[in-house]
């Protein structure tokens, strides 16, 4: 009898362990040929931890070539760099100057050309009077900030520019962003690290990173188009590319990024 029943019992355990295998097999084999590549695809998207995935997404952001420094650096393509952003503040000067300054201090220049339109609409006597100090020249120097300048040296597009771009460049190193680094340029790093950003300087930042944008568009479609970026170096992407027309264009796709 007792027998009997341990025949029985190894009986009942060899049926349950014979189903759950088969459960087991027959699952996979449906998950597999019903989503097909599905499956082989969501392993692979499991591959890293999310941690590094994030840290792929935000070094690849750190390290985008920014096109217009990558063609302004390279003798094939300067001319044409100079030439484009001649035509958007209508003097070479300027434009090599601002494209000068942003290539020494690691801008990126369409960041630069947009707060300098901002600022000053590219005129270098530009000057607006606060209640106690004033802004002056291309980048809109204020007098408390740079005491060591004198008025003419305000009015002098070179150092303008050199004391502009470097400037910003400090506000987007202390700040660790664009956006906060903008804000600091505008309103001063008390007010912004105290998290009282007025909305005037929201808005500034606002007009200047939508200016920005337009001229990265811009460029990417009448210049940038025009060059292959490749082994370190530049090469023009067809043999049709010839000599810039842009300097003599005015660019109507650009009105529509600039605002009073």
Not at 221 to 249: T, Y
């Amino acid at each position: 009898m007792i027998r009997r029943k341990t025949v029985y019992i190894v009986s009942v355990v060899f049926v349950v362990v014979l189903g759950v295998g088969a459960s087991i097999y027959f699952s996979k084999s449906f998950d597999a040929s019903f989503f097909g590549s599905t499956v082989e695809d969501k392993t692979e998207w499991v591959a890293m931890h999310p941690k590094e995935y994030r840290d792929a997404i935000i070094n690849a952001k750190k390290e985008k070539i920014d096109l217009v420094l990558a063609l302004y650096r390279d003798p094939l393509s300067r001319d044409s760099v100079i030439g484009f952003f001649e035509a958007i503040t209508q003097s070479r000067q300027i434009a090599e100057l601002i494209l000068k300054y942003a290539d020494e201090f690691e801008v990126s220049p369409s960041l630069v050309f947009a707060l300098a339109w901002e600022e000053s609409r590219y005129n270098p006597r530009a000057v607006n009077k606060n209640k106690a100090s004033i802004d002056r020249g291309l980048f809109q120097l204020n007098s408390k900030s740079f005491t060591s300048l004198t008025e003419e040296d305000f009015f002098n597009p070179d150092i303008n520019s050199r004391y502009g771009v470097a400037h910003l460049r400090w506000c987007l190193d202390l700040a660790g962003s664009e956006v906060a680094g903008l804000a600091m340029y505008n309103a001063g790093t008390t007010r912004v690290r105290s998290d009282s950003t007025p909305k005037s300087t929201l808005d500034y930042i606002s007009r200047i990173q939508n200016f920005q944008a337009g001229i990265d568009q811009l460029f990417q479609q009448e210049l940038a188009s025009r060059w292959v970026i490749a082994d370190g170096g530049v090469r023009p992407a067809s043999s049709k590319a010839g000599e810039s027309r842009l300097a003599s264009v005015r660019f109507p796709l650009l009105n529509a990024f600039r605002q009073p």
